[in-house]
T-cell receptor, first 114, second 112 residues
Framework: DTGVSQNPRHKITKRGQNVTFRCDPISEHNRLYWYRQTLGQGPEFLTYFQNEAQLEKSRLLSDRFSAERPKGSFSTLEIQRTEQGDSAMYLC????????????FGEGSRLTVL | GENVEQHPSTLSVQEGDSAVIKCTYSDSASNYFPWYKQELGKGPQLIID?????GEKKDQRIAVTLNKTAKHFSLHITETQPEDSAVYFC???????????FGGGTRLMVKP
């Protein structure tokens, strides 16, 4: 399968714990995006990378959130000191670049904070 | 920033009927408008898109129309089938081409 891969698919954690999600984009795609989706809502932009450079971050991305893409391939999204409001689906998407437009989404990582 | 509104939030139709979902956007500089379908437990998948230099685009049973003056665009699905049941999202991309802003989604239910 050469699509966008996300791990883990589900994560249940206690409030205050740290969690990390990984995204492996389609191999030739240089843009990688993180979105958050809560139940019954559309995906909300968090951040994106062009190769290894993080070019934009949403105001939704508080200081507890950090994303990296160290070698321009896979990316990680870490949430520190999780809160119940962090419970959501975290979606990763990749794109060949600006001109093509289409985002290819992974199946998401669902986080439940107890 | 861009704001995308989507209506209705739920839509129920009989198999074989048509379904129409409407979206409005706020940023007149937006130039790319995709529609995504999301099935339960899966990520959104692109089904059709339209760019600002085109007023209408059709792909088999689905079509999208764009009115740049009014800043709204619509998805039309004809001859609906039960497998069309899903959540549909419209989106708009900013002129810099950096990210998509999504609408709130429409849950489409096609009754056999």
């Amino acid at each position: 399968d050469t699509g966008v891969s996300q791990n883990p698919r589900h994560k249940i954690t206690k409030r205050g714990q740290n969690v990390t999600f990984r995204c492996d984009p389609i191999s030739e795609h240089n843009r990688l995006y993180w979105y958050r989706q809560t139940l019954g809502q559309g995906p909300e932009f968090l951040t994106y990378f062009q190769n290894e450079a993080q070019l934009e971050k949403s105001r939704l991305l508080s200081d507890r959130f950090s994303a990296e893409r160290p070698k321009g391939s896979f990316s990680t999204l870490e949430i520190q000191r999780t809160e119940q409001g962090d419970s959501a689906m975290y979606l990763c998407a990749s794109s060949p670049g600006q001109l093509t437009g289409e985002l290819f989404f992974g199946e998401g990582s669902r986080l439940t904070v107890l | 920033g861009e704001n995308v509104e989507q209506h209705p939030s739920t839509l129920s139709v009989q198999e074989g009927d048509s379904a129409v979902i409407k979206c409005t956007y706020s940023d007149s500089a937006s130039n790319y408008f995709p529609w995504y379908k999301q099935e339960l437990g899966k990520g959104p998948q692109l089904i059709i898109d339209i760019r600002s230099n085109v007023g209408e685009k059709k792909d088999q049973r689905i079509a999208v129309t764009l009115n740049k003056t009014a800043k709204h665009f619509s998805l039309h699905i004809t001859e609906t089938q039960p497998e069309d049941s899903a959540v549909y999202f419209c989106a708009a991309r900013d002129n810099a081409g950096n990210m998509l802003t999504f609408g709130g989604g429409t849950r489409l239910m096609v009754k056999p």
